[in-house]
């Protein structure tokens, strides 16, 4: 069975400060791995997916995530915070096994961005 | 394109009551799956449907159930409310569900159990 796990349910950094969110996965096949971002009040939008081409992914507003199968994760970074990006970060996995498609969410992690 | 839209945004229901929450999908997506939001279990798979067909299910009692029309919106319907199913009930749609494909969410329905 699928499961993801995000080392920290609160992380704070200044404004400027590199960002890190940590993301670990379970699958008992080659996974598809996703981030998604929460603001307030409102759906979750995505940030950036692994579909098994390069380890290294980019996704929007700055934002990065590597790949790495030795390690199982998925860990989320961002060289430079900004104030906007304060809100709750999401990883997912999914895979093919069976018909089951679905995304599996980590518990989520709060980004408080101080000025 | 339009994004994904939920109706109605918020909605207050007393124990017992039902409740069906309404889920139009981005146009010319066929797979529309639905998840429930809350502090303490997080986001939790309930259903997926594509082609008016229920394809996967999650791990919820019968009272949660749904349906998809033939234009791809669906709706999911909760009987017998209970004030744990007081959540955020959000809708997702991709074009055919693959796990590959990303998933567009709405702004999600707030239910609130009294």
């Known amino acids: 069975a699928q499961s993801v796990t995000q080392l920290g349910s609160h992380v704070s950094v200044s404004e400027g400060a590199l960002v890190l969110l940590r993301c670990n996965y379970s699958?008992?096949?080659?996974?598809?791995l996703f981030w998604y971002v929460q603001y307030p009040n409102q759906g979750l939008q995505l940030l950036l997916k692994?579909?098994?081409?390069?380890?290294l992914v980019k996704g929007i507003n700055g934002f990065e995530a590597e790949f790495k199968k030795s390690e199982t994760s998925f860990h989320l970074t961002k060289p430079s915070a900004h104030m906007s990006d304060a809100a709750e970060y999401f990883c997912?996995?999914?895979?093919?096994?069976?018909?089951?498609?679905?995304?599996?969410f980590g518990k989520g992690t709060l980004l408080t961005v101080n000025p | 394109k339009a994004g994904v839209t939920q109706t109605p945004r918020y909605l207050i229901k007393t124990r017992g009551q039902q409740v069906t929450l309404s889920c139009s999908p981005i146009?010319?997506?066929?797979?529309v799956s639905w998840y429930q939001q809350t502090p303490g279990q997080g986001l939790q798979f309930l259903f997926e449907?594509?082609?008016?067909?229920?394809?996967n299910k999650g791990n919820f009692p019968g009272r949660f159930s749904g349906r998809q029309f033939s234009n791809s919106r669906s709706e999911m319907n909760v009987s017998t409310l209970e004030l744990g199913d007081s959540a955020l009930y959000l809708c997702?749609?991709?074009?055919?569900?693959?796990?590959?494909?990303?998933?567009?969410f709405g702004p999600g329905t707030r239910l609130l159990v009294l």
């Open positions: 997912a996995v999914s895979d093919e096994w069976g018909s089951n498609y679905k995304l599996t």
């Open positions: 692994y579909t098994s081409a390069a380890t």
């Open positions: 449907y594509f082609s008016e067909t229920q394809r």
């Open positions: 146009s010319g997506h066929r797979s």
């Open positions: 699958s008992s096949v080659p996974p598809y």
């Open positions: 997702a749609s991709s074009l055919l569900g693959g796990p590959r494909e990303t998933q567009y």
